[in-house]
């Protein structure tokens, strides 16, 4: 299989367990993803022929940049010291103590490759933390500072895994040297990081600011700058990339959120490629996983050195290793923690080291590096043990998540749900719902002649705020609006039958019919399939066969559109005068009127409208976010939201 064949089928393997974890929620993404690599391996016999280079380069570059570009922020600073303590101290703890309990474990392991399997299963991941948070109530300080950790400890546990894996790849190990180059790797790593990405922030600025604005150039251009900073520093100084990619996202997101250069527009679109990129890496990484899972443990049993079971039993073990270091580390941090500010040992809450022991799960960073160890040393030997290692780190990988999915909500259940808003802030519901009331407001005082397309906006937004509301429409209503465009498809036919409008024109007027109901159904959270799938087809009907039309033309299906929605409502008042009938009548009733007032320049009239009640959706965010009733965050997103109704609705051709 060629390598865009690989990738494409990776990428709708990775679609499907997003799909399925929709379904099936009690289970990570990422264990799902791990399930249907396994089963691709099994069932298929596939296999991936991985070259060292480009792994890390592909993998390991962009998803350090983008841990750097995340670093903890102002809610995260309180916590500052517990998270670098964890991400720098505790990782090299972990290499050190649970290199030597996995090599008495594993006598036939060699040290330096037992060091190497405990340094790369050192980093926690941020993705599955933050998955992990989403279904467990975590305390909001736990999550902080396992969260904060995750984001920056991937350097210092790539730092140590390479050291060892160097010792194992050319046989001798010097101290002396070690941290000779270990401060050379990592300054000059640093060094390059920083001044790399200024400069390339510097340029892109200034090239902004001269007039190259295209979005599509400046969103690739910083993609690209990790793998060039990265082989920059690996290639061209001999130093870490790993840090240098790390220090470059750091510089980027300080220098990116000090600055007002780039648009709104920009930043937007950058982050959501980084979302894309993110999620297609960490997905792709663990169907890898799935993948050579199989393969490594056939491997383990053909070299009759252990069977399935004792191979098992080595994985378990070391991941319990790597669990309780990091619970014993947390405790003993607390300890020391008082006895610095309160000189006194004070009660220690095991509980919360247990919380932090389990969410500290292990993920892509992890697998990149396990994956990246070469097959033979220097001496042109076999790696010793290499499937051995990938075999123990694809169990431990999977038992941290399923441990954190099983034990954290036992253990946490009775913590109050993370907040990162403050105490004040409304939730969204209320928020849309007073911007949606503002916007009614807004709108009634609009000019007298609009009134009936005023109208029709003003039911639009009392459509959403009921939804919004947590009133659901009941049977009665769903039938009544059923009923309706049954009717208004009725009428249409019986225009075609008359000839009052041509089959072409029916078709137009039935795109408009569907369009509206369909819309209906958007705001009821609603899906019908076989009105989804006539839409499509008239879409496809009206671009195929479209004719220019003229002012005659156009007045006549504005006519029809009328007369549809009069039979509509004349059916429907044969049914009585309820509350909720009345409502749908008023609705076509000032269609119709609208359609009436306006005729031809009902489009020109009804975009005019439109204009004003995002308008007004800007000033009702921006008076919320003025009196603090909102977080920034959820302002940005109401925001975003009128910029595409804006680009979706009222952009011309």
Same mark, same amino acid.
């Given at each position: 299989?060629?390598?865009?064949?690989?990738?494409?089928?990776?990428?709708?393997?990775?679609?499907?367990?997003?799909?399925?974890?929709?379904?099936?929620?009690?289970?990570?993404?990422?264990?799902?993803?791990?399930?249907?690599?396994?089963?691709?391996?099994?069932?298929?016999?596939?296999?991936?022929?991985?070259?060292?280079?480009?792994?890390?380069?592909?993998?390991?570059?962009?998803?350090?940049?983008?841990?750097?570009?995340?670093?903890?922020?102002?809610?995260?600073?309180?916590?500052?010291?517990?998270?670098?303590?964890?991400?720098?101290?505790?990782?090299?703890?972990?290499?050190?103590?649970?290199?030597?309990?996995?090599?008495?474990?594993?006598?036939?392991?060699?040290?330096?490759?037992?060091?190497?399997?405990?340094?790369?299963?050192?980093?926690?991941?941020?993705?599955?933390?933050?998955?992990?948070?989403?279904? &467990?109530? @975590?305390?909001?300080? /736990?999550?902080?500072?396992?969260?904060? =950790? %995750?984001? +920056? #400890? !991937?350097?210092?546990?790539?730092?140590?895994?390479?050291?060892?894996?160097?010792?194992?790849?050319?046989?001798?190990?010097?101290?002396?040297?070690?941290?000779?180059?270990?401060?050379?790797?990592?300054?000059?790593?640093?060094?390059?990081?920083?001044?790399?990405?200024?400069?390339?922030?510097?340029?892109?600025?200034?090239?902004?600011?001269?007039?190259?604005?295209?979005?599509?150039?400046?969103?690739?251009?910083?993609?690209?700058?990790?793998?060039?900073?990265?082989?920059?520093?690996?290639?061209?100084?001999?130093?870490?990339?790993?840090?240098?990619?790390?220090?470059?996202?750091?510089?980027?997101?300080?220098?990116?959120?000090?600055?007002?250069?780039?648009?709104?527009?920009?930043?937007?679109?950058?982050?959501?490629?980084?979302?894309?990129?993110?999620?297609?890496?960490?997905?792709? &990484?663990? @169907?890898?996983?799935? /993948?050579?899972?199989?393969?490594?443990? =056939? %491997?383990? +049993? #053909? !070299?009759?050195?252990?069977?399935?079971?004792?191979?098992?039993?080595?994985?378990?073990?070391?991941?319990?290793?790597?669990?309780?270091?990091?619970?014993?580390?947390?405790?003993?941090?607390?300890?020391?923690?008082?006895?610095?500010?309160?000189?006194?040992?004070?009660?220690?809450?095991?509980?919360?080291?247990?919380?932090?022991?389990?969410?500290?799960?292990?993920?892509?960073?992890?697998?990149?590096?396990?994956?990246?160890?070469?097959?033979?040393?220097?001496?042109?030997?076999?790696?010793?043990?290499?499937?051995?290692?990938?075999?123990?780190?694809?169990?431990?990988?999977?038992?941290?998540?399923?441990?954190?999915?099983?034990?954290?909500?036992?253990?946490?259940?009775?913590?109050?749900?993370?907040?990162?808003?403050?105490?004040?802030?409304?939730?969204?519901?209320?928020?849309?719902?007073?911007? @949606?009331?503002?916007? /009614?407001?807004?709108?009634?005082?609009? =000019?007298?002649?609009?009134?009936?397309?005023?109208?029709?906006?003003?039911?639009?937004?009392?459509?959403?705020?009921?939804?919004?509301?947590?009133?659901?429409?009941?049977?009665?209503?769903?039938?009544?609006?059923?009923?309706?465009?049954?009717?208004?498809?009725?009428?249409?036919?019986?225009?075609?039958?008359?000839?009052?409008?041509?089959?072409?024109?029916?078709?137009?007027?039935?795109?408009?019919?569907?369009?509206?109901?369909?819309?209906?159904?958007?705001?009821?959270?609603?899906?019908?399939?076989?009105?989804?799938?006539?839409?499509?087809?008239?879409?496809?009907?009206?671009?195929?066969?479209?004719?220019?039309?003229?002012?005659?033309?156009?007045?006549?299906?504005?006519?029809?559109?009328?007369?549809?929605?009069?039979?509509?409502?004349?059916?429907?008042?044969?049914?009585?005068?309820?509350?909720?009938?009345?409502?749908?009548?008023?609705?076509?009733?000032?269609?119709?009127?609208?359609?009436?007032?306006?005729?031809?320049?009902?489009?020109?009239?009804?975009?005019?409208?439109?204009?004003?009640?995002?308008?007004?959706?800007?000033?009702?965010?921006?008076?919320?976010?003025?009196?603090?009733?909102?977080?920034?965050?959820?302002?940005?997103?109401?925001?975003?939201?009128?910029?595409?109704?804006?680009?979706?609705?009222?952009?011309?051709?």
């Amino acid at each position: 299989m060629q390598l865009i064949e690989i990738i494409l089928f990776l990428t709708l393997l990775l679609l499907l367990s997003t799909i399925v974890n929709h379904y099936v929620k009690a289970i990570p993404v990422s264990l799902i993803q791990v399930v249907f690599g396994c089963g691709l391996a099994l069932i298929g016999n596939f296999s991936i022929n991985l070259s060292t280079d480009w792994f890390l380069l592909l993998f390991i570059a962009p998803l350090l940049f983008n841990d750097g570009r995340r670093f903890p922020k102002d809610e995260l600073w309180e916590l500052r010291w517990p998270i670098f303590a964890n991400a720098i101290i505790l990782v090299f703890i972990t290499m050190f103590f649970g290199g030597l309990l996995i090599y008495k474990l594993i006598p036939s392991m060699p040290l330096p490759v037992a060091f190497s399997l405990a340094a790369i299963l050192s980093p926690t991941d941020p993705i599955a933390v933050e998955s992990i948070a989403k279904k &467990v109530r @975590l305390p909001k300080n /736990i999550l902080h500072l396992v969260n904060g =950790e %995750s984001l +920056i #400890n !991937d350097a210092s546990g790539l730092i140590g895994f390479k050291y060892a894996i160097a010792a194992t790849v050319y046989g001798a190990f010097s101290l002396k040297n070690a941290v000779g180059d270990f401060f050379y790797i990592s300054i000059v790593g640093a060094i390059i990081g920083v001044a790399t990405m200024l400069v390339i922030s510097l340029v892109r600025k200034w090239l902004y600011k001269n007039g190259l604005t295209n979005l599509v150039f400046n969103v690739v251009l910083q993609i690209v700058s990790p793998f060039v900073i990265y082989l920059l520093s690996e290639d061209v100084f001999h130093a870490s990339g790993v840090i240098a990619v790390v220090t470059a996202g750091i510089v980027y997101h300080v220098n990116n959120t000090s600055t007002q250069s780039s648009s709104a527009e920009l930043q937007l679109i950058s982050e959501q490629a980084w979302n894309i990129i993110v999620y297609l890496l960490n997905g792709i &990484v663990f @169907l890898i996983l799935g /993948i050579e899972l199989p393969f490594a443990m =056939e %491997s383990v +049993i #053909n !070299d009759m050195k252990f069977n399935t079971f004792q191979s098992i039993g080595y994985a378990v073990v070391t991941w319990l290793i790597i669990l309780i270091i990091r619970i014993v580390w947390i405790i003993l941090y607390e300890i020391c923690h008082n006895l610095i500010t309160t000189k006194k040992i004070g009660p220690i809450d095991i509980r919360a080291a247990n919380i932090v022991g389990f969410s500290g799960v292990r993920g892509a960073i992890t697998m990149a590096g396990i994956l990246s160890i070469p097959l033979i040393t220097v001496q042109n030997e076999a790696f010793p043990d290499r499937e051995l290692v990938l075999f123990i780190a694809s169990i431990v990988i999977v038992l941290s998540l399923l441990a954190a999915v099983i034990v954290l909500p036992l253990i946490s259940k009775n913590d109050p749900v993370v907040s990162y808003n403050n105490d004040n802030h409304w939730s969204e519901e209320k928020a849309r719902i007073y911007v @949606l009331n503002y916007v /009614i407001d807004d709108i009634k005082q609009m =000019e007298r002649p609009d009134k009936h397309i005023c109208n029709i906006l003003i039911d639009q937004c009392e459509l959403m705020i009921r939804q919004l509301s947590s009133i659901k429409p009941d049977e009665l209503e769903k039938s009544i609006r059923s009923l309706a465009v049954e009717y208004e498809h009725q009428a249409v036919k019986k225009l075609v039958a008359d000839n009052v409008v041509t089959s072409k024109e029916a078709n137009a007027i039935n795109y408009q019919i569907n369009h509206r109901e369909l819309k209906n159904l958007v705001a009821f959270n609603d899906f019908n399939f076989k009105l989804e799938f006539m839409s499509a087809i008239q879409t496809t009907k009206l671009w195929l066969f479209k004719q220019r039309s003229d002012k005659e033309q156009k007045l006549k299906i504005q006519k029809a559109l009328i007369m549809v929605n009069d039979y509509t409502v004349q059916k429907l008042n044969e049914h009585g005068d309820s509350k909720v009938i009345k409502s749908i009548v008023d609705e076509y009733t000032n269609l119709s009127l609208a359609l009436r007032t306006r005729s031809l320049d009902y489009e020109k009239y009804y975009r005019i409208a439109k204009e004003r009640e995002l308008e007004a959706y800007r000033k009702g965010i921006q008076e919320l976010l003025i009196n603090d009733k909102i977080s920034l965050k959820l302002a940005s997103k109401l925001r975003q939201e009128v910029n595409y109704v804006e680009n979706n609705e009222l952009s011309t051709d």
